[in-house]
């Protein structure tokens, strides 16, 4: 047990890998802030234009929707990050990162957006547009309100696989959490730096989890945010 403790659980390394695990967890938090609200705008869009009555811009569309989704995260961001130099482009490592991840979770929120968009029924757009609303009025202050309510949870656990995918940020060395972790192990000859960089991700997303399982757990109809 003692050796389990010296190679995992060792404070003293954790202190000293502490200011490398610092500016890894500043990264990972950039990549969160880019990675997420460009996947909820880039969902929405999705959602908006799987509505489009135009077969030649649905088809396509959610050919698109599969494919991002069927392909694995982590081939989709070695696929952007080497073979874009080949079409004359070079993103950089976060480049990378924000396209691929753009990509997959854009096409996962756009899932969710859609159906929660066809939770809707047509006579709230009807009752919306009686009282005078534009179109975009109405999907503003009546629609698109109620359809977030309605897949709330869905949306942040989304929003958690966001978070832990900014993780393979580090195959294409970009000095994320998990990044930073892993040289600090390098450099130590422990893997205590590990160990801490998952428990941060812990304090991280936990009350995350806890908030998805409170509104998952909510009686049905009760759609109080409070």
């Not at 000293?16 to 997420?36: E, F, K, N």
């Not at 960089?197 to 908030?211: D, K």
Request: net charge positive.
């Amino acid at each position: 047990m003692s050796a389990f403790a010296a190679q995992f659980l060792d404070l003293s390394i954790m202190w000293q890998a502490a200011p490398l695990i610092r500016r890894g967890l500043g990264t990972t938090l950039l990549l969160c802030a880019i990675v997420i609200p460009l996947g909820l705008a880039g969902g929405l869009g999705v959602a908006l234009l799987s509505l489009a009555p135009s077969r030649l811009v649905r088809w396509p569309l959610a050919v698109a929707v599969d494919v991002f989704r069927a392909v694995p995260p982590l081939v989709l961001l070695i696929f952007v990050y080497a073979g874009l130099p080949f079409a004359g482009l070079r993103p950089s490592p976060i480049e990378a990162v924000a396209i691929a991840f753009f990509l997959n979770t854009s096409s996962y929120y756009g899932e969710i957006f859609r159906a929660g968009l066809g939770s809707i029924g047509r006579g709230q757009s009807e009752a919306a547009r009686s009282t005078g609303l534009t179109g975009a009025q109405t999907l503003a202050y009546v629609v698109l309100p109620q359809a977030v309510r309605n897949v709330l949870p869905d949306l942040m656990s989304n929003t958690v696989e966001a978070v832990k995918l900014t993780s393979l940020g580090s195959v294409v060395a970009l000095p994320e959490l998990l990044y930073s972790a892993d040289m600090a192990r390098s450099l130590t000859y422990n893997a205590s730096p590990l160990i801490l960089a998952g428990a941060i991700y812990l304090a991280i997303l936990w009350p995350l989890v806890r908030l998805i399982s409170r509104f998952e757990n909510r009686p049905a109809g009760d759609t109080a945010l409070g």
